[in-house]
């Protein structure tokens, strides 16, 4: 017998595992728990602090929904206005000094007049093209070529891509596109540059939310805090040492055995498969490839720069620094560092002199956020990186050689991006079949490896439907039809739906009684 024995049990507290718990909490059916080796809930989506009162996300995340469930949830966890502030999406790239507004491939009537032909060139070429041309493109560097032309694809779209993926573009599917990258439209793109006029802003996340205090990380640990304290177990004795999955049963690293009927993992799924031990899935699951990713702070004295001014996030596509994006992560939040009363010493200046005096002095202060990639094909120099970075900051006129750090950050992230590899769904379409025959969900950026699918809301959402299909056998969307959920407004789900929902408005009609709760399912009846 085991020392725990649940219905569901979930692996990992970010957005994907807490997307699974509240749903099964709100469902009030099959018994749960959810375990987490980190003592705070967030996963990728989580937040640090420097010892100088910095706060940097593990990664540029920001806050769009496309499912009002996730909106409810997240209203729940943080439901006062001052909790959050709203954003305009101010986005450049850097090219030639130059920065183009985003999409680059929309703007290139901000680009010097000989790259400009080059592009409408490129861009013409390509619509001839696209006129005679039946088949899909085979990889995505021939999707940037169908639609860009080779101008705008070696300006901007390959090099770029590059530094993102850490692999050519060549090495990579294009069925994951979708909305992540903007088509460029012929006509207005030569109107714009006829007119030298800037193409209005693009995409999804054109708007976002972001969380005034504690980062995105504290979105999550204030879901978490939703959750009922006796179903989640955190920290050391949430730490996972091995999956048996014919046996049905969980060892944690303190010994602790878990038996379940469904398993909902939220693990890198090459990851799960070495805990379980399951040499045909592990072989399977080598043909998966990924990129580290490296989130670099500068913490920097002084009042924000005007040349800075409202810039949200800046992409990076030249080789005059390792920084593939830049967020000004002071800007989403006055919260997001020290105040200006906080005294603290000087480090170092910009060029990485030391400065004349390290008494610690006031602010204001400000802060940049950067991400750089790594992997087999793009090797990175990590000893030398922050420093690499920091003279990448200059390169770029981030910032200038006199400039007072008062605080950096460096960490890596061993499983960064998911890569939309040509081997993808060669794998996945046999890997994630073969888990669920044996009971177990690999859901979650890592968990089904689809980038496209990646978003928080889409994490959070892709633990939510797996919760259901356990449940009542509901299908999947997010999971298995991306550019469906991604082209609707998905407002099937509410949180304000369900028996807890229920019971909590009995509550506040009767007082303190409570209506009765539904029946516990019994393990058997989970399907």
């Given at each position: 017998?085991?020392?725990?024995?649940?219905?569901?049990?979930?692996?990992g507290a970010g957005p994907t595992g807490l997307g699974a718990a509240k749903r099964l909490n709100?469902?009030?059916?099959?018994?749960w728990l959810i375990v987490d080796s980190s003592s705070k809930a967030g996963g990728l989506a989580s937040t640090d602090i420097t010892p100088e009162g910095f706060l940097y996300?593990?990664?540029?995340?920001?806050?769009?929904?496309h499912y009002k469930y996730f909106d409810d949830c997240i209203n729940e966890a943080l439901p006062k206005e001052d909790d959050w502030f709203t954003h305009e999406r101010i986005s450049y790239v850097r090219y030639k000094g130059l920065w183009v507004p985003y999409p680059f491939q929309n703007n290139i009537s901000m680009l010097?007049?000989?790259?400009?032909?080059?592009c409408m060139e490129g861009l013409i070429d390509?619509?001839?093209?696209?006129?005679?041309?039946?088949?899909?493109p085979k990889n995505f560097d021939e999707w940037i070529l169908r639609n860009t032309g080779e101008g705008i694809a070696n300006m901007f779209m390959r090099p770029y891509n590059y530094k993102v993926w850490a692999v050519p573009t060549t090495d990579m599917q294009a069925a994951w596109l979708g909305e992540r990258v903007a088509a460029p439209n012929v006509k207005l793109v030569t109107k714009n540059v006829i007119l030298n006029k800037v193409a209005g802003n693009?995409?999804?996340n054109a708007t976002f939310r972001f969380p005034a205090r504690d980062g995105t990380g504290g979105i999550w640990i204030a879901v978490a805090d939703t959750l009922?304290?006796?179903?989640?177990?955190?920290?050391k004795k949430g730490k996972v040492s091995k999956v048996n999955a014919e046996k049905k049963v969980v060892t944690m690293t303190d010994g602790t055995t878990i038996s379940y009927e469904k398993l909902i993992s939220t693990m890198a799924v090459d990851q799960l498969v070495e805990s379980m031990g399951n040499k045909e899935l592990v072989d399977l699951s080598k043909d998966l490839y990924y990129s580290s990713t490296h989130v670099i702070g500068v913490g920097l004295r002084g009042e924000r720069p005007d040349r800075i001014g409202d810039k949200c996030w800046l992409y990076f596509p030249e080789d005059n620094c390792p920084f593939y994006r830049a967020t000004i992560f002071s800007n989403y939040s006055p919260y997001n560092q020290p105040q200006a009363d906080v005294k603290l010493a000087t480090q170092q200046l910009g060029d990485g002199s030391k400065p004349q005096s390290t008494e610690a002095k006031?602010?204001?202060?400000w802060s940049i956020m950067l991400e750089v990639s790594q992997s087999t094909k793009k090797p990175v120099d990590e000893a030398n990186l922050l420093k690499d970075c920091i003279q990448g900051l200059i390169n770029t006129e981030m910032i200038k050689p006199e400039d007072e750090i008062v605080s950096t950050y460096h960490r890596k992230f061993d499983h960064g991006y998911p890569t939309p590899a040509l081997e993808r769904e060669g794998v996945l379409t046999k890997l994630l079949p073969k888990l669920q025959d044996m009971d177990i969900l690999s859901r979650g950026r890592f968990g089904s490896w689809r980038y496209e699918v990646g978003n928080q809301d889409h994490s959070f959402m892709l633990g939510v439907e797996a919760a259901d299909h356990i449940v009542n056998g509901a299908v999947e969307l997010t999971l298995n039809y991306p550019d469906f959920v991604n082209g609707r407004k998905n407002e099937e789900r509410r949180l304000n739906q369900g028996p807890v929902a229920a019971k909590k408005a009995g509550s506040a009609i009767n007082g303190t009684q409570e209506l009765p709760s539904h029946p516990q399912k019994s393990s058997k009846q989970v399907q």
């Amino acid at each position: 017998m085991a020392d725990i024995n649940v219905d569901v049990l979930v692996i990992g507290a970010g957005p994907t595992g807490l997307g699974a718990a509240k749903r099964l909490n709100q469902i009030d059916g099959p018994s749960w728990l959810i375990v987490d080796s980190s003592s705070k809930a967030g996963g990728l989506a989580s937040t640090d602090i420097t010892p100088e009162g910095f706060l940097y996300d593990v990664g540029g995340h920001v806050i769009f929904s496309h499912y009002k469930y996730f909106d409810d949830c997240i209203n729940e966890a943080l439901p006062k206005e001052d909790d959050w502030f709203t954003h305009e999406r101010i986005s450049y790239v850097r090219y030639k000094g130059l920065w183009v507004p985003y999409p680059f491939q929309n703007n290139i009537s901000m680009l010097p007049k000989e790259d400009q032909v080059t592009c409408m060139e490129g861009l013409i070429d390509a619509a001839l093209e696209h006129r005679v041309t039946n088949t899909k493109p085979k990889n995505f560097d021939e999707w940037i070529l169908r639609n860009t032309g080779e101008g705008i694809a070696n300006m901007f779209m390959r090099p770029y891509n590059y530094k993102v993926w850490a692999v050519p573009t060549t090495d990579m599917q294009a069925a994951w596109l979708g909305e992540r990258v903007a088509a460029p439209n012929v006509k207005l793109v030569t109107k714009n540059v006829i007119l030298n006029k800037v193409a209005g802003n693009w995409g999804p996340n054109a708007t976002f939310r972001f969380p005034a205090r504690d980062g995105t990380g504290g979105i999550w640990i204030a879901v978490a805090d939703t959750l009922p304290d006796e179903k989640k177990r955190f920290g050391k004795k949430g730490k996972v040492s091995k999956v048996n999955a014919e046996k049905k049963v969980v060892t944690m690293t303190d010994g602790t055995t878990i038996s379940y009927e469904k398993l909902i993992s939220t693990m890198a799924v090459d990851q799960l498969v070495e805990s379980m031990g399951n040499k045909e899935l592990v072989d399977l699951s080598k043909d998966l490839y990924y990129s580290s990713t490296h989130v670099i702070g500068v913490g920097l004295r002084g009042e924000r720069p005007d040349r800075i001014g409202d810039k949200c996030w800046l992409y990076f596509p030249e080789d005059n620094c390792p920084f593939y994006r830049a967020t000004i992560f002071s800007n989403y939040s006055p919260y997001n560092q020290p105040q200006a009363d906080v005294k603290l010493a000087t480090q170092q200046l910009g060029d990485g002199s030391k400065p004349q005096s390290t008494e610690a002095k006031e602010g204001p202060y400000w802060s940049i956020m950067l991400e750089v990639s790594q992997s087999t094909k793009k090797p990175v120099d990590e000893a030398n990186l922050l420093k690499d970075c920091i003279q990448g900051l200059i390169n770029t006129e981030m910032i200038k050689p006199e400039d007072e750090i008062v605080s950096t950050y460096h960490r890596k992230f061993d499983h960064g991006y998911p890569t939309p590899a040509l081997e993808r769904e060669g794998v996945l379409t046999k890997l994630l079949p073969k888990l669920q025959d044996m009971d177990i969900l690999s859901r979650g950026r890592f968990g089904s490896w689809r980038y496209e699918v990646g978003n928080q809301d889409h994490s959070f959402m892709l633990g939510v439907e797996a919760a259901d299909h356990i449940v009542n056998g509901a299908v999947e969307l997010t999971l298995n039809y991306p550019d469906f959920v991604n082209g609707r407004k998905n407002e099937e789900r509410r949180l304000n739906q369900g028996p807890v929902a229920a019971k909590k408005a009995g509550s506040a009609i009767n007082g303190t009684q409570e209506l009765p709760s539904h029946p516990q399912k019994s393990s058997k009846q989970v399907q």
